[in-house]
């Protein structure tokens, strides 16, 4: 399983509304997506929810690898470079990942994204994370919850889909969910 997202930041004073369309009219085309696990349309507005930006900011669950390639290569991905420049593409290897049947009344996410101190034992971070996002999951508004690692950077990212608004965090970023593919 390996987790993925991409993230533009836009101009503060960029009418979020065309990213709210976009989704509404875009969303729906990722469903069905052969070895998704789900993609969530993510999007902040600067000032909302403590967001310091404008952002457009998808996050996707895949069962399968080798299918992000097929997507990254494909006309979607194209047509989305194509409206908003090259983007730096994360990558994560999932450690821990589980998702309630209702994922798609999702309307909020939550991100946090933790450095992972040098020599440290993976194994029992890893242990950690997964106890972490199992109780996670069990918040009454948990719809997924998902810790996963890159070891280019040395760092966690723990990410959470939910039906209501969380308290702000300090160290993440909240996100409105416009939709959620599944496959």
Do not use: C
Request: no cysteine.
């Amino acid at each position: 399983m390996m987790a993925m997202q991409y993230s533009f930041t836009l101009p503060s004073d960029y009418d979020m509304s065309i990213i709210d369309r976009r989704i509404r009219d875009k969303g729906p085309m990722l469903d069905g997506f052969p070895g998704l696990g789900f993609k969530a349309y993510l999007s902040a507005r600067k000032g909302e929810f403590g967001s310091r930006e404008n952002l457009y900011a998808p996050f996707y669950l895949w069962q399968q690898p080798e299918r992000a390639s097929d997507f990254l290569t494909g006309p979607g991905f194209e047509a989305l470079t194509q409206s908003f420049g090259w983007p730096q593409v994360k990558t994560w290897i999932v450690w821990h990942s589980e998702t309630a049947p209702a994922i798609a009344e999702a309307k909020f996410a939550t991100e946090e994204i933790v450095g992972i101190e040098p020599y440290s034992s993976l194994a029992e971070i890893r242990d950690e994370e997964i106890t972490r996002a199992q109780r996670q999951a069990t918040q009454p508004d948990a719809l997924t919850s998902v810790s996963a690692f890159e070891p280019t950077s040395w760092t966690i990212t723990r990410f959470s889909l939910r039906r209501s608004a969380p308290l702000i965090a300090a160290a993440g970023q909240i996100y409105r969910v416009g939709h959620v593919s599944l496959p």
